[in-house]
């Protein structure tokens, strides 16, 4: 599938569910949360429908998203199943992490879902300091996320990255150790800026950490950070290796990085059924009704057809943009 601007389309992320254990700040901040009802969330039977769909139309990847991904019951079989759709070549997960160590019948979360064919995970991870940890989830689960980190490597996850929202005030003593801990552990560390997608506006000039900054905070540490333009993962990271190591790190820098959008390769299926073009764009279009209301395959092709064909150029986020939605419910 190919858009009006030459992005070609082959990755789905999808959203299972609006919930989480976790209340990070920049995300869904302590509050009331008004959670969608059962039956507006689409089941997995739905979910798989929509992604044989997506399959046959180009679809070559797929990361399940949310919320809090691990939360939603019978994840690990919905994972096997989706692993299993002819043309899906990789699936990831996106987590916190809390829950990888938690036992399933006789194994561990991570174990159960590495044979269930996932095999990336991409673990958040703010800071390796309890106190800072729970100021940044609003939960003491710091030691949870390490053991469900230790759980990823004993059940043979192909491959770990750990995820950062860089906040000021909060990361810049972060940087550094979280490097060293990615490093010896061989996992992929990324630094991302903040993005205007929570409840609450927590996108303001005392939060907002750019990438450029963190980097040269770095470098203060550790020298010119050496440029990877060949290194490619499915996003839209820029990666640079640690002088006089082998070790990668990532900056995602939807802020400030004005050529962030010219290889998005991205759909956005909502857990309530909308597919989004854009993370950073108000477009999304109702899947659910028509699936609900017996749409044929071919019609939901159709469909699906029409939302890539309506993807824009780049996000809105510089453009003073308001979030219409949470990420939870989008699926970062
Ligand atoms: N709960 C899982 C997790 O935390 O990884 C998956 C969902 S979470 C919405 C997906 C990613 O979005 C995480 O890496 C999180 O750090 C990131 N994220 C959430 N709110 C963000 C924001 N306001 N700006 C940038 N990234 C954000
Ligand atoms: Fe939950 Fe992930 Fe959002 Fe944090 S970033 S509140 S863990 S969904």
């Given at each position: 599938?190919?858009?009006?601007?030459?992005?070609?389309?082959?990755?789905?992320?999808?959203?299972?569910?609006?919930?989480?254990?976790?209340?990070?700040?920049?995300?869904?901040?302590?509050?009331?949360?008004?959670?969608f009802a059962r039956?507006?969330?689409?089941?997995?039977?739905?979910?798989?429908?929509?992604?044989?769909?997506?399959?046959?139309?180009?679809?070559?990847?797929?990361?399940?998203?949310?919320?809090?991904?691990?939360?939603?019951?019978?994840?690990?079989?919905?994972?096997?199943?989706?692993?299993?759709?002819?043309?899906?070549?990789?699936?990831?997960?996106?987590?916190?992490?809390?829950?990888?160590?938690?036992?399933?019948?006789?194994?561990?979360?991570?174990?159960?879902?590495?044979?269930?064919?996932?095999?990336?995970?991409?673990?958040?991870?703010?800071?390796?300091?309890?106190?800072?940890?729970?100021?940044?989830?609003?939960?003491?689960?710091?030691?949870?996320?390490?053991?469900?980190?230790?759980?990823?490597?004993?059940?043979?996850?192909?491959?770990?990255?750990?995820?950062?929202?860089?906040?000021?005030?909060?990361?810049?003593?972060?940087?550094?150790?979280?490097?060293?801990?990615?490093?010896?552990?061989?996992?992929?560390?990324?630094?991302?800026?903040?993005?205007?997608?929570?409840?609450?506006?927590?996108?303001?000039?005392?939060?907002?950490?750019?990438?450029?900054?963190?980097?040269?905070?770095?470098?203060?540490?550790?020298?010119?950070?050496?440029?990877?333009?060949?290194?490619?993962?499915?996003?839209?990271?820029?990666?640079?290796?640690?002088?006089?190591?082998?070790?990668?790190?990532?900056?995602?820098?939807?802020?400030?990085?004005?050529?962030?959008?010219?290889?998005?390769?991205?759909?956005?299926?909502?857990?309530?059924?909308?597919?989004?073009?854009?993370?950073?764009?108000?477009?999304?279009?109702?899947?659910?009704?028509?699936?609900?209301?017996?749409?044929?395959?071919?019609?939901l092709e159709r469909?699906?057809?029409?939302?890539?064909?309506?993807?824009?150029?780049?996000?809105?986020?510089?453009?003073?943009?308001?979030?219409?939605?949470?990420?939870?419910?989008?699926?970062?």
């Open positions: 599938m190919e858009d009006t601007f030459g992005h070609h389309i082959s990755y789905l992320r999808l959203s299972i569910t609006d919930r989480c254990n976790e209340r990070c700040r920049y995300c869904m901040p302590e509050e009331e949360q008004a959670w039956e507006e969330v689409l089941s997995y039977e739905e979910m798989l429908r929509l992604v044989r769909v997506g399959a046959r139309l180009g679809i070559r990847k797929l990361r399940v998203t949310g919320g809090e991904p691990l939360t939603r019951p019978g994840v690990i079989e919905f994972c096997q199943e989706l692993a299993a759709v002819p043309g899906i070549e990789s699936l990831g997960i996106s987590t916190n992490g809390t829950l990888l160590a938690a036992e399933r019948e006789g194994e561990t979360m991570a174990q159960g879902l590495v044979r269930a064919g996932v095999s990336g995970l991409n673990v958040s991870l703010d800071s390796l300091q309890r106190e800072i940890y729970q100021r940044s989830t609003q939960r003491d689960l710091l030691p949870r996320v390490l053991a469900g980190l230790d759980a990823a490597v004993a059940a043979g996850c192909a491959s770990i990255r750990l995820n950062c929202v860089l906040m000021k005030g909060q990361s810049e003593a972060e940087l550094l150790p979280l490097i060293r801990f990615a490093g010896e552990r061989g996992f992929l560390l990324r630094f991302i800026e903040l993005m205007p997608v929570s409840t609450r506006d927590v996108l303001t000039e005392e939060n907002f950490l750019a990438t450029g900054t963190a980097r040269a905070l770095i470098e203060v540490e550790t020298g010119p950070l050496i440029p990877q333009p060949d290194f490619k993962t499915n996003g839209p990271a820029l990666y640079y290796r640690v002088p006089g190591t082998e070790q990668r790190i990532g900056f995602i820098g939807a802020m400030t990085n004005l050529h962030f959008c010219e290889s998005c390769n991205k759909l956005r299926l909502t857990c309530d059924g909308k597919l989004r073009p854009c993370l950073g764009s108000y477009l999304e279009f109702d899947l659910r009704d028509a699936l609900r209301a017996g749409a044929d395959d071919a019609e469909l699906v057809l029409g939302v890539v064909a309506r993807k824009p150029k780049e996000h809105d986020f510089r453009d003073n943009y308001q979030p219409n939605r949470r990420m939870i419910a989008i699926g970062g």
